[in-house]
């Protein structure tokens, strides 16, 4: 006889009808919320397809009343200067990602240390700065006159590069990992580097899909800092870009109201939909590969935090 037919098939189980009750429940409540959380994304992509004149007489609608491209032309009129936007914002968030993912792991990592002596002190200087900070004015002195980095996309990546929140829940993980394991290494004779990069690392990725999600969604939705330091069009980063689109058509329609011009047709609802679409699309397409990730990290993060 083959040795499949020596393993016994699992078992099903049986539900019983309040268990099979409260399970049709659950799963028709979450999908109703699903579809609740749906709807203001497809009124998003139905508003960005739908006329000005039609959203100003009608309203938003889920599907779109009067089909036009008006907001996508006047975004995409000038394509090299929305795919160079692009090309910034994928260059901020990549290398802004992956350097906070270094420094904030090393911190971690360093902290989280039993056999650190000063652990503690340092833990204290993080945390403080959750509390008391130098605000706006000194922090642009600091970058300004001291670093020397106006008009440099650097400007953009270091202000987003370290949060003390993302530190607290990559400690998190960092305390999940056994410290026998970093004895155990220092006893087969490894440096810190080497426990670092080859024991530590490799046991994070799900804080690494976790705090890598929250830093690229800073550094992809941030237009502020660029607005403050960066003065060249050609280094705009995406939301910087069609920020000052959507400053452009604004400004275009109060000198048009003021001269007596009819702007009917000129796109303001439509457009500003129009550009969430534009912004929000390579977000949409890069959850799906880290949720599972993501959805471990926060499980992680509100057990042991």
Known sequence: MAKEDFIEAPKKIKLST?????YGISYA?????????????????????????WIRFNGFSLLPGELSLEAYKIIFKTPERILRAYGVSFFVTIVGTALGLFLTTLTAYVISRKDFKYRNVLSFFFYFTTLFNGGMVSTYIFYIQYLHLKDSL?????????????????????????????????????????????IILPLLKSGFATIGLFLALGYWNDWYNAMLYLSTETKYPLQYMLYSIQQQTQA??????QAGIQVQ???SNSLKLAMAVVATGPIVILYPFVQKYFIAGITIGSVKG
Do not use: H
């Open 252 to 257: 275009l329609s109060r000198i048009a109201a």
């Open 18 to 22: 309040s268990s099979k009750v409260f």
């Open 154 to 198: 650097w400007a953009v990546i270091l202000p987003g590069m370290f949060n003390v929140f993302y530190l607290l829940i990559m400690r998190t993980f960092v305390n999940n990992i056994p410290f026998a394991l970093i004895e155990s290494a220092k006893l087969d004779g490894a440096g810190e580097w080497r426990i670092f990069f080859q």
């Open 265 to 267: 047709n000129l796109p």
């Open 29 to 53: 409540v979450v999908l109703l919320m699903a579809i609740i959380c749906l709807i203001p994304f497809l009124l998003l992509i139905s508003g960005s397809f739908t006329s000005e004149q």
